[in-house]
Nanobody
Framework: QVQLVESGGGLVQVGGSLRLTCAASGRTFSSYTITWFRQAPGTEREFVAAISRSGGTDAYTDSVKGRFTISRNNAKNAMYLQMNSLKPEDTAVYYC??????????????????WGQGTQVTVSS
């Protein structure tokens, strides 16, 4: 199976940017749809963004549209989340997850077979 490790989190001021990386090892990375989730203290984990196996299709939750961009480089076994115009409400632990699902229209029902340990993003107000 694929193993995932997130990195790139940190402390940033409102309006700043961060780029998160999800690095993969193990099973062929391109076989998986990759999704970013986030979870703030006392809240449920929420979907943030997803990218198809080839990188040709992506999806975002409404609150990050126009600010976040998901991408992947299968040759480097890596997926990225570029976060711009960060807001305090973006503060959370961000996780990447892999699914064998392939149609992003149904991504909210995907089962995720691998998760990273998360990286903390803190946006100061």
């Amino acid at each position: 199976q694929v193993q995932l490790v997130e990195s790139g989190g940190g402390l940033v001021q409102v309006g700043g940017s961060l780029r998160l990386t999800c690095a993969a090892s193990g099973r062929t990375f391109s076989s998986y749809t990759i999704t970013w989730f986030r979870q703030a203290p006392g809240t449920e984990r929420e979907f943030v963004a997803a990218i198809s196996r080839s990188g040709g299709t992506d999806a975002y939750t409404d609150s990050v549209k126009g600010r976040f961009t998901i991408s992947r480089n299968n040759a480097k076994n890596a997926m990225y989340l570029q976060m711009n115009s960060l807001k305090p409400e973006d503060t959370a632990v961000y996780y990447c997850a892999a699914s064998s699902g392939y149609n992003l229209a149904y991504l909210r029902s995907f089962d995720y077979t691998a998760w990273g340990q998360g990286t903390q993003v803190t946006v100061s107000s």
